[in-house]
């Protein structure tokens, strides 16, 4: 079945990289993504990946996936203390370019100490 | 911002009643899917609509029904509503183009169910 496993926490200091993990099931996913979500607010779209591609880079933002293992990571540069959130890994479950449904993870509580 | 809007922002129902969440989509989008986020989970799709159209259901019951209007805002329709209804609601609209679809979340409407 579907399944999308992240890890429920990270701490990390203000300065330091983040990277956060991710793995999911379904191997005819053709889209991966990462959003955030910030206390009591919606689901920002941070990044996302083709899963025909290895890597993305994006200013802080590099997204690294493994399609063998179904593995996805996203590490976060010089991370500061505004990156305090909770990331979503998601898998699209639609074909071609449409996103179609997403599967969630549970979500990572990133806290950032000063 | 994402352009999507959602109301109300936050909404108290008794268990039996019925609930309207609204949702206006970014301009331009076509499409809407609707999000039930439960507290500490991942958000879980219900369903999304194209073009005033059911366009595919996640593992709702029919007491959840929904509507797209002409201009693609849509509505979340809740009947009989249960404690475990109780949840955030979160709309994203996306609109398919050159090759790739991308969902963008409204702040959500948070429903507690006494």
């Known amino acids: 079945g579907e399944d999308v496993e992240q890890s429920l926490f990270l701490s990390v200091r203000e300065g330091d990289s983040s990277v956060i993990n991710c793995t999911y099931t379904?191997?005819?996913?053709?889209?991966l993504y990462w959003y955030k979500q910030e206390p009591g607010a919606g689901l920002q779209l941070l990044t996302y990946i083709f899963s025909n591609m290895d890597m993305k880079q994006d200013q802080r933002l590099t997204v690294l996936l493994n399609k063998k293992d179904k593995h996805l990571s996203l590490r976060i540069a010089d991370t500061q203390t505004g990156d305090s959130a909770i990331y979503f890994c998601?898998?699209?479950?639609?074909?071609?370019?449409?996103?179609?449904?997403?599967?969630f993870g549970k979500g990572t509580k990133l806290s950032v100490k000063p | 911002e994402t352009g999507v809007t959602q109301s109300p922002t936050h909404l108290i129902k008794t268990r039996g009643q019925q609930v309207t969440l609204r949702c206006s989509s970014q301009s331009g989008h076509n499409t809407v899917s609707w999000y039930q986020q439960a507290l500490g989970q991942g958000p879980q799709f219900i369903f999304q609509?194209?073009?005033?159209?059911?366009?595919g259901r996640g593992n709702f019951p029919p007491r959840f029904s929904g509507l797209q209007f002409p201009n693609y805002s849509s509505e979340l329709n809740v009947n009989a509503l249960e404690l475990d209804d109780s949840a955030l609601y979160l709309c994203?609209?996306?609109?398919?183009?050159?090759?790739?679809?991308?969902?963008?979340f409204g702040p959500g409407t948070r429903l507690l169910v006494l």
């Open positions: 994203a609209s996306s609109q398919f183009r050159e090759g790739q679809e991308t969902q963008y």
């Open positions: 998601a898998e699209s479950m639609g074909y071609g370019g449409s996103q179609g449904n997403l599967i």
């Open positions: 609509y194209y073009r005033e159209e059911e366009n």
């Open positions: 379904d191997s005819s996913s053709t889209y």
